[in-house]
Nanobody, 114 residues
Framework: VQLQASGGGLVQAGGSLRLSCAVS????????VGWYRQAPGKERELVAG???????NYADSVEGRFTISRDNAKNTVYLQMNSLKPEDTAVYYC?????????WGKGTEVTVSS
C-alpha cells in the first residue's frame, strides 16, 4: 500500500487549499484515512478522519473550515481547507489503515501567511 499526498502550497490567510491523498496497492476492502499535521516544534496531530463507513470526524480547531471526503473510484481522499489561518501552517500527512495496518505517505507542506 502506498500513499501519495499532494496539494500543499503557500496561501494567504482566509484562502483555501485542497489536499489529495492517493492510495494505491492491492487490497479490496474499504479503509479509514486520516489527515494529520505537524507544525515545527509540535507533535503530529489528527486533523480529520474518514472511516471505512464514510463517517468523518474533525479536530476542534478545524471544525467548520475543513472537509474530508473520498472518491472511491479514484482511491483518493481529499481535505478541503477553507478560511485558512496562519496556525494551520504545518506539514500535512495522510494515513490509511488497511487490513489493520497503518500506512503513511510523505507529507505535503502548507504555509499560511498573515
Amino acid at each position: 500500500v502506498q500513499l501519495q499526498a499532494s496539494g500543499g502550497g503557500l496561501v494567504q490567510a482566509g484562502g483555501s487549499l485542497r489536499l489529495s491523498c492517493a492510495v494505491s496497492g492491492s487490497f479490496s476492502s474499504k479503509y479509514a484515512v486520516g489527515w494529520y499535521r505537524q507544525a515545527p516544534g509540535k507533535e503530529r496531530e489528527l486533523v480529520a478522519g474518514i472511516s471505512s463507513g464514510d463517517n468523518s470526524n474533525y479536530a476542534d480547531s478545524v471544525e467548520g473550515r475543513f472537509t474530508i471526503s473520498r472518491d472511491n473510484a479514484k482511491n483518493t481522499v481529499y481535505l478541503q481547507m477553507n478560511s485558512l489561518k496562519p496556525e494551520d501552517t504545518a506539514v500535512y500527512y495522510c494515513n490509511a489503515v488497511v487490513y489493520g495496518m497503518n500506512f503513511w505517505g510523505k507529507g505535503t507542506e502548507v504555509t499560511v501567511s498573515s
